[in-house]
């Protein structure tokens, strides 16, 4: 069974950094590429970025790129989110995806990040 | 950036009827769109890729359809369980985008 399991989720100040992990059990991790998306407190989805199943190539959404960095470490099967001089709008819950006959084929439960003083 | 919108954003429905959720693009996607469907505590599931394939395991009431611009989500015959949050994707052209959402309720 495909289980992602996502954490490193809390408070943090705005202009603080972040890395949130996903732990993925149930399959090769690295034979599949991953993506991160957030769901805002508004219900707004969002897609992050991915990552190639060998971590040689990323992609970002144009306005998180320069903030936001995805990486994965295939030997603990873990996919990774670092987030830097985060702000209020980046309040979210963040999830860790990954592909099968295309996009977000299998999702985790999420990690919420709050961003406030 | 590829606009989708989805709507309704709210549709109040009874257990056995049928429903439809519509999600136009700004432009062509040429079926490149998926749905999900997110419960109250937040789990996501892909029901449907390609426009129309449906999951392993989803049951056949739901369905997919369209092309160009427009398209569709079906449930056939309403059960509890499908009073759920639903979004659809586009995957055509990056960045990747979701439409705003539609809550499926209990009329």
């Known amino acids: 069974e495909v289980q992602l399991v996502e954490s490193g989720g809390g408070l943090v100040q705005p202009g603080a950094s972040l890395k949130l992990s996903c732990v993925a059990s149930?399959?090769?991790?690295?034979?599949?590429?991953m993506s991160w998306v957030r769901q805002t407190p508004g219900k707004t989805m969002e897609w992050i970025g991915d990552i190639k199943y060998d971590g040689s190539y990323t992609n970002y959404a144009p306005s998180l790129k320069n903030r936001f960095t995805i990486s994965r470490d295939n030997a603990k099967s873990t996919l990774y989110l670092q987030m830097s001089n985060v702000r209020s709008e980046d309040t979210a819950t963040y999830y860790c995806?990954?592909?099968?006959?295309?996009?977000?084929?299998?999702w985790g439960q999420g990690t919420l990040v709050t961003v406030s003083s | 950036d590829i606009q989708l919108t989805q709507s309704p954003s709210t549709l109040p429905a009874s257990l056995g009827e049928r429903v439809t959720i519509s999600c136009r693009a700004s432009q062509s996607i040429s079926n490149s769109l998926n749905w999900y469907q997110q419960k109250p505590d937040g789990t996501v599931k892909r029901l449907i890729y390609?426009?129309?394939t449906l999951e392993s395991g989803v049951p056949s009431r739901f369905s997919g359809s369209g092309s160009g611009t427009d398209y569709s989500l079906s449930i056939s015959s309403l059960e509890s369980e499908d009073f759920a949050m639903y979004y659809c994707?586009?995957?055509?052209?990056?960045?990747?985008?979701f439409g705003s959402g539609t809550k499926l309720e209990i009329k």
């Open positions: 390609s426009t129309s």
């Open positions: 149930g399959f090769t991790f690295s034979d599949y590429w």
């Open positions: 995806t990954r592909m099968q006959l295309g996009w977000f084929a299998y």
């Open positions: 994707l586009q995957y055509a052209t990056y960045p990747l985008t």
